[in-house]
C-alpha cells in the first residue's frame, strides 16, 4: 500500500516557466488536497477536491489549476512560475469520516529562480 | 469562520520532562475535529492524535494525550516523558468535513527536547 505518492520530489524552476506537480493516492479516498508550506511555517491550502470532476479553492489558489478527472490523481499545474511560488508542496487525502485523518505525501520541494 | 491559533512559536524543554502544546480554535459548528501532526527535520508530515467534538474522554495515543476543554475551546498536545526524538514541529488542525469546507491548520510550534 504506497499510500500518497508525489512526484517530483525537487524541482528548479526558470521565472515564467510552467510545470504541474503529481499527486496519486491508492486508498480510494475522496477528499485530497493540496497544501504549501514556507519556510518556517505552517501548512497553506491551495485546493481541495471532495470528488472526482469537483474541485474548490482554498486559501491561496492564485497562480495554481487543478484538475480531479479520476479519485486517485489530483495533480496541481503551476502556470508562469514566480519566486514567490518557492514552497515546499504536500498532497493529501482523506475519506469523508469525520474521525479520519489526512494522509501525507512525502513532499515536493519546489524552487522558482 | 473557522481559525486554529497556536500561540507558542517555539519551546524548549529538559529530557524527560512533559510538554504542553498550546492550540485554541474557533468555529460555530458543533461537530467538528482536531489533530495534531508532528512534522521532523526531515519533512514529513506525522499523524499523532485525533479528537472528535463529540468525543466525551480525551484521546490518548502512547506518550500523546489531548488535553480537550470545549467550553474554552482548547485542545492542546500533552507529550509525557519527552524524548529527544521528539524535537520538531508541531501542527494543531481542525476540520469539519463538510463539503466546501476547508481544513486549516495553526501555524505551528517548533519544539526543542535538550538532552
Known amino acids: 500500500n504506497a499510500g500518497v505518492t508525489q512526484t517530483p520530489k525537487f524541482r528548479i524552476l526558470k521565472i515564467g516557466q510552467s510545470m504541474t506537480l503529481q499527486c496519486t493516492q491508492d486508498m480510494n479516498h475522496n477528499y485530497m488536497y493540496w497544501y504549501r508550506q514556507d519556510p518556517g511555517m505552517g501548512l497553506k491550502l491551495i485546493y481541495y477536491?471532495?470528488?472526482?470532476?469537483?474541485?474548490d479553492k482554498g486559501e491561496v489558489p492564485n497562480g495554481y489549476n487543478v484538475s480531479r478527472s479520476t479519485t486517485e490523481d489530483f495533480p496541481l499545474r503551476l502556470e508562469l512560475a514566480a519566486p514567490s511560488q518557492t514552497s515546499v508542496y504536500f498532497c493529501?487525502?482523506?475519506?469523508?469520516?469525520?474521525?479520519?485523518?489526512?494522509?501525507f505525501g512525502p513532499g515536493t520541494r519546489l524552487t522558482v529562480l | 469562520a473557522q481559525k486554529i491559533t497556536q500561540t507558542q512559536p517555539g519551546m524548549f524543554v529538559q529530557e524527560k520532562e512533559a510538554v504542553t502544546l498550546d492550540c485554541t480554535y474557533d468555529t460555530s459548528d458543533p461537530s467538528y475535529g482536531l489533530f495534531w501532526y508532528k512534522q521532523p527535520s526531515s519533512g514529513e508530515m506525522i499523524f499523532l492524535i485525533y479528537?472528535?467534538?463529540?468525543?466525551?474522554q480525551n484521546a490518548t495515543e502512547g506518550r500523546y494525550s489531548l488535553n480537550f476543554q470545549k467550553a474554552r475551546k482548547s485542545a492542546n498536545l500533552v507529550i509525557s516523558a519527552s524524548q529527544l526524538g521528539d524535537s520538531a514541529m508541531y501542527f494543531c488542525a481542525m476540520t469539519l468535513r463538510k463539503r466546501d469546507d476547508k481544513i486549516i491548520f495553526g501555524k505551528g510550534t517548533r519544539l526543542h527536547i535538550l538532552p
Open positions: 493529501a487525502s482523506s475519506s469523508p469520516m469525520l474521525t479520519d485523518t489526512q494522509y
Open positions: 479528537q472528535g467534538s463529540y468525543d466525551q
Open positions: 477536491s471532495v470528488g472526482a470532476g469537483i474541485t
